[in-house]
């Protein structure tokens, strides 16, 4: 709040009268200003051990004018003169304007201008390359965190191989010295994603919860592999709607899980039978997740899942009543089971 106000406070003092006035002054500051400090942050980087690439895009970062320019500029405001003071003010305001547009550009200013980031990347993807060339059918684990980690070992103990992105640096190191499929990469770059295999997966997992990068992630995936599964990780319920939209097939949300995750406890606590507490969870989650619904069943299904939901296919002919009608409105109703075992849907 303190920090609002002080930038509102900062930008009630800009006079666009004077401004206006001295456009060429506003514009000669803006232009010495920048590059400056540019130039400043990226010597400074590089001094500190950074690599070219990297001092570039902490530059980029830090290109415009901080607060503290401001406060020694209020303080100046005694020495200075009144149009001096206003250009020097909008320059500076200008400066933190253009910062966004200068980070979200910065990954093309460094592939421009810096040799050593095109090999580093060229590294990155011949690793990624290195893990997936061979593989056809595997699951493509986005982020390496505890999530990602836990899918991955249940995807090996099931056999089912994969490869994994993560941008931890000491968490890759640590994992690959173990012998787990994992590479330092960005999963939000196409190149990336590509490398990993995408194109050939059998599904692709988005274990980190945040909703800009998977809805990137999801347009990539998109472009390389239209008919791969997507499944992707969201902090709560308010982003379903976004990522299913952006072409995500199942979006698990954390807020939910850890919801039924509690009720389930509480109700094993108070007294309700483990079976029918399972049995209930299963009906929530099964109402929540499109993949749980319900399955078709065969004659060599074991008997415990007789008391799930079953799928029943019905072909209707081109003049069937109930074609383009919704299931509601035609009036069928769920039957339940009628053992006094189980209330599960029958």
Known sequence: MLLGLFFVSVGMLLDPAQVLAHLGLVAAFFAALVPFKLALMTL???????????????????????????????LAGAVVSEPLAQALLAAMILSMLAAPFLIAASDRIVMRWSRSEWMLRALELHRIAVQSIEEVGHVVVLGYGRNGQRLARLLEAEGVRYVALDLDPERVRAAALAGERVVLADSSRREALSTAGVARA???????????????????????????????RARDESDIERLTAAGASEVVPEAFESGVMLASHALVWVG??????????????????????GLFYGAGDAEDDERAPRLQSVTLDANAAAVGRDAGALGWTRSRCSCARCAAPA
């Open 272 to 293: 309700v039978p483990l079976s029918r507490v399972m049995r209930r969870m299963t009906q929530v989650r099964g109402e929540r997740y499109q993949l749980l619904r």
């Open 202 to 232: 059998a599904a692709v997992v988005v274990t980190f919860a945040d909703a800009a990068a998977a809805v990137r992630v999801l347009a990539h995936v998109h472009e390389i592999n239209p008919a791969v599964p997507v499944i992707v």
């Open 44 to 74: 400074l980087a590089r001094l500190a051990g950074a690599p070219a690439g990297g001092a570039l895009r902490a530059g980029l970062a830090l290109a415009q004018a901080g607060e503290f320019g401001l406060v020694l500029l209020a």
